[in-house]
């Protein structure tokens, strides 16, 4: 978990500036299977960056290729400043957080959280200090004499965080260590990994394939798919402004809607379903025109849902389903031409009836286009 470049002193769990990792050309295969294809990212000293993707889309081997857990067949790995690319583990200063917790079964909790310190030989009087104010940010003070058997889930993976920390790194590297827990659980420690975070001011980069966890904990956001970066930036913007099909479907619900460039007046507009126009941004006036063909998104928490029609751009539906959600119902509609348009409403409101028909109302700005993942027609 946390075995790194052994030292002489303790840094006592001090605030501390991040260290600047840059990631150059990596690039990675396992047999014929191309992992990682020419991989550049640079992440800034103190960020929290998370690497969000599907199953298979290399986030994990990149994780691993930082830590020094897999060498890259290609390209180098720079932190503060330092090629580590061929440097062991061991030898980097990187704490590790696994989904599997990885603590030592046999060990208690003050011995799993002291390890790190001893193997760099701290002496006794600091490292129990040291792993006091560890335990103590996890807020597991008083469970030091326990064993991993005689804890929680959740209070195994808060010794897991403990052990990445007690000897101040200015990297951590998380693998999915939510992943196990259940959805309280892992909200509650995504708040105390952030709030850690902030405190101490390590680097961190995290592994998941979960949006919401991505959007709520990350300064930016890295969404991999085929072992290359689709997009970069903070949560708001790959939410609401993806740069492609992949990006937009796979951090949120999305309801798609094709669309004609037509020329107006004006300049291009776009042309929906049941005569709606739409503003063409300008990326896409940019690269397209007359008759070419784009998809339209909607997030579903964006339409409002009407009893007569009002406002334009607007969609005749007919409601098929209405789950409630807590804060939230989930309105499965079906618009006159067979597809299927899904809204979230607030709970505050009320709900239409199951066959009852509205209209879908959304505010024109909010309009995700995007250029079809099969190219032009």
Same mark, same amino acid.
């Given at each position: 978990?946390?075995?790194?470049?052994?030292?002489?002193?303790?840094?006592?769990?001090?605030?501390?500036?991040?260290?600047?990792?840059?990631?150059?050309?990596?690039?990675?295969?396992?047999?014929?299977?191309?992992?990682? /294809?020419?991989? =550049?990212?640079? %992440? #800034?000293?103190?960020?929290? &960056?998370?690497? *969000?993707?599907?199953? $298979? !889309?290399?986030?994990?081997?990149?994780?691993?290729?930082?830590?020094?857990?897999?060498?890259?067949?290609?390209?180098?790995?720079?932190?503060?400043?330092?090629?580590?690319?061929?440097?062991?583990?061991?030898?980097?200063?990187?704490?590790?957080?696994?989904?599997?917790?990885?603590?030592?079964?046999?060990?208690?909790?003050?011995?799993?959280?002291?390890?790190?310190?001893?193997?760099?030989?701290?002496?006794? /009087?600091?490292? =129990?200090?040291? %792993? #006091?104010?560890?335990?103590? &940010?996890?807020? *597991?003070?008083?469970? $030091? !004499?326990?064993?991993?058997?005689?804890?929680?889930?959740?209070?195994?993976?808060?010794?897991?965080?403990?052990?990445?920390?007690?000897?101040?790194?200015?990297?951590?590297?998380?693998?999915?260590?939510?992943?196990?827990?259940?959805?309280?659980?892992?909200?509650?420690?995504?708040?105390?990994?952030?709030?850690?975070?902030?405190?101490?001011?390590?680097?961190?980069?995290?592994?998941?394939?979960?949006?919401?966890?991505?959007?709520?904990?990350?300064?930016?956001?890295?969404?991999?798919?085929?072992?290359?970066?689709?997009?970069?930036?903070?949560?708001?913007?790959?939410?609401?402004?993806?740069?492609?099909?992949?990006?937009?479907?796979?951090?949120?619900?999305?309801?798609?809607?094709?669309?004609?460039?037509?020329?107006?007046?004006?300049?291009?507009?776009?042309?929906?379903?049941?005569?709606?126009?739409?503003?063409?941004?300008?990326?896409?006036?940019?690269?397209?025109?007359?008759?070419?063909?784009?998809?339209?998104?909607?997030?579903?928490?964006?339409?409002?849902?009407?009893?007569?029609?009002?406002?334009?751009?607007?969609?005749?539906?007919?409601?098929?389903?209405?789950?409630?959600?807590?804060?939230?119902?989930?309105?499965?509609?079906?618009?006159?031409?067979?597809?299927?348009?899904?809204?979230?409403?607030?709970?505050?409101?009320?709900?239409?009836?199951?066959?009852?028909?509205?209209?879908?109302?959304?505010?024109?700005?909010?309009?995700?286009?995007?250029?079809?993942?099969?190219?032009?027609?």
């Amino acid at each position: 978990m946390s075995e790194s470049t052994p030292s002489t002193e303790s840094r006592s769990l001090q605030p501390s500036t991040g260290a600047r990792i840059e990631i150059r050309g990596v690039r990675h295969s396992f047999g014929d299977v191309l992992v990682l /294809d020419e991989f =550049d990212l640079t %992440v #800034e000293p103190g960020e929290f &960056l998370t690497l *969000l993707g599907p199953s $298979g !889309s290399g986030k994990t081997t990149l994780l691993r290729i930082v830590g020094g857990l897999t060498i890259p067949d290609e390209g180098s790995v720079i932190v503060g400043g330092v090629d580590m690319t061929l440097l062991p583990a061991r030898e980097r200063g990187m704490g590790f957080v696994f989904q599997n917790y990885a603590l030592f079964p046999h060990m208690t909790v003050q011995d799993n959280v002291a390890f790190p310190l001893q193997i760099r030989g701290i002496s006794s /009087d600091q490292i =129990d200090r040291d %792993v #006091e104010r560890a335990l103590e &940010l996890v807020n *597991l003070q008083g469970l $030091g !004499s326990r064993l991993p058997r005689e804890l929680s889930g959740g209070q195994q993976q808060r010794v897991s965080l403990a052990r990445a920390l007690v000897f101040n790194p200015t990297v951590v590297l998380m693998d999915e260590p939510l992943g196990s827990l259940d959805k309280r659980l892992r909200q509650y420690l995504q708040n105390s990994i952030r709030l850690l975070q902030k405190e101490i001011g390590f680097t961190a980069v995290y592994v998941t394939h979960d949006q919401e966890e991505a959007f709520a904990m990350s300064d930016r956001i890295v969404v991999m798919h085929g072992g290359t970066v689709r997009q970069l930036g903070v949560p708001e913007t790959v939410y609401r402004s993806p740069t492609e099909h992949f990006v937009a479907d796979f951090v949120g619900d999305i309801n798609e809607i094709e669309g004609v460039l037509r020329e107006s007046g004006h300049g291009l507009i776009i042309e929906i379903a049941e005569g709606n126009t739409l503003v063409v941004p300008p990326y896409v006036s940019r690269s397209l025109g007359e008759g070419d063909r784009v998809l339209c998104g909607i997030r579903p928490e964006m339409v409002v849902i009407q009893e007569e029609p009002m406002g334009s751009p607007r969609l005749q539906a007919t409601v098929e389903l209405v789950s409630f959600h807590g804060n939230s119902y989930r309105i499965l509609s079906r618009l006159r031409d067979g597809r299927r348009f899904i809204v979230e409403s607030s709970s505050s409101l009320a709900a239409p009836a199951e066959g009852s028909t509205v209209w879908l109302h959304w505010d024109e700005e909010q309009t995700i286009v995007l250029i079809p993942p099969d190219g032009q027609p």
